[in-house]
């Protein structure tokens, strides 16, 4: 089990505004580290799509967002476009243990 | 332009050790605030941090993996060197190698997927 917790699955027509998930707890979100959204296209290496809970690297579209409350995050994705179909990652710190980092267990975006 | 680039063996039998090396260019390993990490994903799973070395060689490790892992740095080569011990099967997987800046991994090589198997 990962220590963040994403939904296995999201879906949504082009055009459309979809959401991922990303829970944590007192010892990560709670504790105050940000969140960082990765986005991994089949057969390629993760890329970072959001970093520090809102922030679009150079490149992104702004069709992606980030937002982080308490001990949730979420990655919003509007204007959904078929070559947005990947996997999801949340991460952030947990100081937990002597501390890590850590991943969600990713979310397959499918396009319909 | 910052690059990495993942080396090492695509097979190794279990119980071997395995030794990764991870080559980058443009950045400096001395410089403050720089890190480079391992993370690896198990076909078809998700992402698992294994470890990280700062500029100033403070290293972190896994918590369910320290006692298998060991992380080196050559600022010379512009290189990270990752080694495991004792691989088992449930080792079999791409490894990633990324920077760092004491945030997100904002740069990630193309990984390099190990096969543990007799």
């Known amino acids: 089990q990962s220590v963040l917790t994403q939904p296995p699955s999201v879906s949504g027509a082009p055009g459309q505004r979809v959401t991922v998930s990303c829970t944590g707890s007192?010892?990560?979100?709670?504790?105050?580290?940000?969140v960082h959204w990765y986005q991994q296209l089949p057969g390629t290496a993760p890329k970072l799509l959001i970093y520090?809970?809102?922030n679009r690297p150079s490149g992104v579209p702004d069709r992606f967002s980030g937002s982080k409350s308490g001990t949730s995050a979420s990655l919003a994705i509007t204007g959904l476009q078929a070559e947005d179909e990947a996997d999801y990652y949340c991460?952030?710190?947990?100081?937990?243990?002597?501390?890590?980092?850590?991943f969600g267990g990713g979310t397959k975006l499918t396009v319909l | 332009q910052i690059t990495l680039k993942e080396s090492g063996p695509t097979l190794v039998k279990p119980t071997q050790t395995l030794t990764l090396t991870c080559t980058f260019s443009?950045?400096?390993?001395?410089?403050?605030?720089?890190?480079v990490g391992w993370i690896r994903q198990p076909p078809g799973k998700a992402l698992e941090w294994l470890a990280l070395?700062?500029?100033?060689?403070?290293?972190r490790y896994s918590p369910s993996l320290k006692t298998r892992l060991t992380i080196t740095k050559d600022t010379s080569k512009n290189q990270v060197v990752l080694t495991m011990t004792n691989l088992d099967p449930v080792d079999t997987a791409t490894y990633y190698c990324?920077?760092?800046?004491?945030?997100?991994?904002?740069?990630w090589g193309q990984g390099t997927l190990v096969t543990v198997s007799s």
């Open positions: 990324a920077y760092t800046f004491g945030g997100p991994f904002d740069y």
């Open positions: 443009g950045f400096s390993l001395t410089t403050g605030g720089v890190g």
């Open positions: 070395i700062y500029w100033d060689d403070d290293k």
């Open positions: 007192s010892s990560n979100f709670g504790a105050g580290y940000d």
């Open positions: 520090d809970n809102n």
């Open positions: 991460q952030s710190y947990d100081s937990g243990l002597s501390g890590s980092w850590v």
